[in-house]
């Protein structure tokens, strides 16, 4: 496995042992975002991840929670001064959190003009079956700059890809996406310079197993294979486009 590798959308905090995993990360020099689901899980991920080079801890309120999980806005409020990266967040639009969609939208849109208004936020944020709703509060929340929005898992059009592209948003891959030819040619559409790599393990498996930080050697080996760059090549793209994405 080459170092400095990115998973820019993984759940440690949901594998058996969150400490151990966010320790093989950063053994293996993983670049990782850890996202987390909830405000109150934030804190203790924070902790965690505090002296590590290569993994941090993202502020989440994920939005198919959002429904049961609403009121601890609030407590994402208290924390935010303390965290630079946010995720997961954003809206689903699927048949179990469908019902909640207004109220996922409010929150969506609360946290884009705290992070616009707070400045240097750097977001994973989900579209699952809302990417038009995302988009357009995107765009309300943060007119003049996108800011960092890291799109992650994209499931929308070649249309809403390019409208992401032009509101400056990049987009993490990982090997379930890969594997359908749909998400092939929508990846092949997509600028080289917004691609980054994920695992969103556990919820994503290799080798029948949970995809840890490491397994995104697989994504990027895919999508070099699927882009017609060198492997080599590709890590280099997906670190200098993490740069970016940091120092933005």
Same mark, same amino acid.
Request: hydrophobic residues 40%; negative net charge; glycine residues 8%.
């Given at each position: 496995?080459?170092?400095?590798?990115?998973?820019?959308?993984?759940?440690?905090?949901?594998? *058996?042992?969150?400490?151990?995993?966010?320790?093989?990360?950063?053994?293996?020099?993983?670049?990782?975002?850890?996202?987390?689901?909830?405000?109150?899980?934030?804190?203790?991920?924070?902790?965690?991840?505090?002296?590590?080079?290569?993994?941090?801890?993202?502020?989440?309120?994920?939005?198919?929670?959002?429904?049961?999980?609403? @009121?601890?806005?609030?407590?994402?409020?208290?924390?935010?001064?303390?965290?630079?990266?946010? @995720?997961?967040?954003?809206?689903? @639009?699927?048949?179990?959190?469908?019902?909640?969609?207004?109220?996922?939208?409010?929150?969506?849109?609360?946290?884009?003009?705290?992070?616009?208004?707070?400045?240097?936020?750097?977001?994973?944020?989900?579209?699952?079956?809302?990417? @038009?709703?995302?988009?357009?509060?995107?765009?309300?929340?943060?007119?003049?700059?996108?800011?960092?929005?890291?799109?992650?898992?994209?499931?929308?059009?070649?249309?809403?890809?390019?409208?992401?592209?032009?509101?400056?948003?990049?987009?993490?891959?990982?090997?379930?996406?890969?594997?359908?030819?749909?998400?092939?040619?929508?990846?092949?559409?997509?600028?080289?310079?917004?691609?980054?790599?994920?695992?969103?393990?556990?919820?994503?498996?290799?080798?029948?197993?949970?995809?840890? *930080?490491?397994?995104?050697?697989?994504?990027?080996?895919?999508?070099?294979?699927?882009?017609?760059?060198?492997?080599?090549?590709?890590?280099?793209?997906?670190?200098?486009?993490?740069?970016?994405?940091?120092?933005?």
């Amino acid at each position: 496995m080459t170092p400095g590798l990115v998973d820019f959308h993984c759940h440690l905090d949901l594998f *058996p042992d969150p400490a151990a995993a966010i320790r093989e990360a950063e053994e293996s020099e993983v670049y990782t975002l850890a996202v987390t689901t909830t405000p109150k899980a934030w804190p203790h991920n924070d902790e965690l991840t505090r002296s590590t080079r290569f993994v941090r801890a993202g502020l989440g309120l994920h939005p198919e929670l959002v429904a049961e999980r609403a @009121g601890e806005i609030s407590l994402w409020d208290e924390y935010l001064p303390r965290a630079r990266y946010i @995720g997961e967040v954003g809206i689903d @639009g699927g048949p179990r959190s469908f019902k909640s969609l207004d109220l996922q939208r409010e929150i969506f849109a609360h946290i884009l003009k705290s992070c616009t208004a707070a400045g240097g936020r750097v977001l994973s944020v989900h579209s699952f079956r809302a990417v @038009g709703i995302v988009l357009e509060l995107i765009e309300e929340a943060l007119p003049y700059k996108p800011g960092q929005i890291v799109l992650h898992w994209f499931t929308g059009s070649k249309s809403e890809a390019r409208r992401a592209v032009d509101l400056g948003c990049f987009f993490s891959v990982n090997t379930a996406m890969l594997s359908k030819e749909r998400g092939r040619n929508l990846i092949a559409s997509l600028p080289l310079g917004r691609l980054l790599t994920e695992t969103d393990g556990p919820f994503t498996t290799t080798g029948g197993r949970p995809a840890r *930080p490491s397994d995104v050697s697989d994504t990027l080996d895919q999508l070099a294979t699927l882009l017609g760059v060198s492997l080599p090549e590709m890590g280099s793209t997906i670190r200098d486009n993490l740069k970016i994405v940091l120092n933005g």
